[in-house]
């Protein structure tokens, strides 16, 4: 089980293991935020790790935009063509695609100076890529399904089974 931790200021920072957790809390440098815990037991003692814990001093946490990456780029647009749609696990002329199928279409071609930019990638399928070329997509006659955009980053992403004690802090 994972242990959620706050800043001083009661802002989600991470989820953690519950080492960590209990190596924060026997230095000293949290406190509980709610009842809520676990138990561990040990040979000769007992320890309560809450669930979710607070840092006892605000720490200062830069929020950097996200850095561009091929991957990046697919995992933000979900594997889904920018021009027609097709998803990762659909069929397109016969061919079930998979997500290793999928690339990356620079918007202004690189051999017109396009470059590795969030506004200018975007995920395409083989046969839209194909298709488009070394053209604009105003030039292929291949209108955008959505405009591509630096993804949000600062936020907590967890996963699973969320404990009833978190979705106080977390935005769910």
């Known amino acids: 089980m994972a242990v959620l931790l706050l800043n001083a200021s009661y802002e989600p920072l991470a989820v953690i293991p519950q080492r960590r957790a209990m190596s924060l809390m026997l230095r000293?440098?949290?406190d509980a935020a709610t009842e809520e815990a676990m138990i561990i037991r040990g040979a000769s003692n007992v320890l309560r790790i809450?669930?979710?814990i607070r840092l006892r001093r605000y720490i200062n946490v830069p929020r950097r935009g996200?850095?561009?990456?091929?991957?990046g780029v697919l995992q933000r647009d979900g594997y889904c063509c920018i021009y027609c749609g097709i998803r990762a696990?659909?069929?397109?002329?016969?061919?079930?695609?998979n997500k290793h199928n999928f690339t990356v279409d620079h918007l202004i071609p690189r051999s017109r100076g396009?470059?590795?930019s969030w506004g200018n990638t975007a995920c395409a399928c083989p046969f839209c890529n194909t298709r488009k070329g070394g053209r604009t997509p105003h030039e292929a006659g291949m209108p955008l399904r959505w405009e591509p955009k630096i993804p949000r980053v600062g936020y907590l992403v967890a996963s699973g089974e969320i404990p009833a004690a978190w979705k106080v802090y977390l935005e769910v």
Request: hydrophobic residues 25%.
């Open 28 to 30: 000293g440098r949290v």
């Open 50 to 52: 809450p669930t979710v």
């Open 66 to 71: 996200a850095r561009w990456t091929r991957r």
């Open 89 to 97: 696990g659909q069929r397109q002329r016969g061919q079930l695609l």
């Open 114 to 116: 396009g470059k590795n």
